[in-house]
């Protein structure tokens, strides 16, 4: 059974940290590439960062870069999303996803999701 859960959200304040977890089961977790999007209320889901597994190569969105890294262990088949100086503007549901990347791509397209977790940043 394919498993894709996420941990980690919390209410912080604006400057202060959080870090995700995805912990993933089920499929061939250094095949895969794991991606974190994000969705606050009354906008799309936007793609925050990816990883793929097996190349270790990462993306950012720019208003995450310097601020937000993500890093796998594959032991645990977990990937983190460790969160830096923190903005309101980043106040979200915060989702993981995992999927077989597609030939010349690195990340994408993702074929398991999780639920997703809440993280607040207040002012």
């Known amino acids: 059974e394919v498993q894709v859960v996420e941990s980690g959200g919390n209410l912080v304040q604006t400057g202060g940290s959080l870090r995700l977890s995805c912990a993933t089961a089920?499929?061939?977790?250094?095949?895969?590439?794991i991606g974190w999007f994000r969705q606050a209320p009354g906008k799309e889901r936007e793609g925050v960062s990816c990883i793929n597994i097996r190349s270790g190569g990462t993306f950012y969105i720019d208003s995450v870069k310097g601020r937000f890294t993500i890093s796998s262990d594959d032991a645990k088949t977990t990937v983190y999303l460790q969160m830096n100086d923190l903005k309101p503007e980043d106040t979200a549901v915060y989702s993981c996803?995992?999927?077989?990347?597609?030939?010349?791509?690195?990340?994408?397209?993702?074929?398991?999701w999780g639920q997703g977790t809440q993280v607040t940043v207040t002012s």
């Open positions: 089920g499929f061939a977790f250094d095949d895969y590439a």
């Open positions: 996803a995992a999927g077989r990347p597609d030939r010349h791509a690195m990340c994408g397209p993702y074929a398991y």
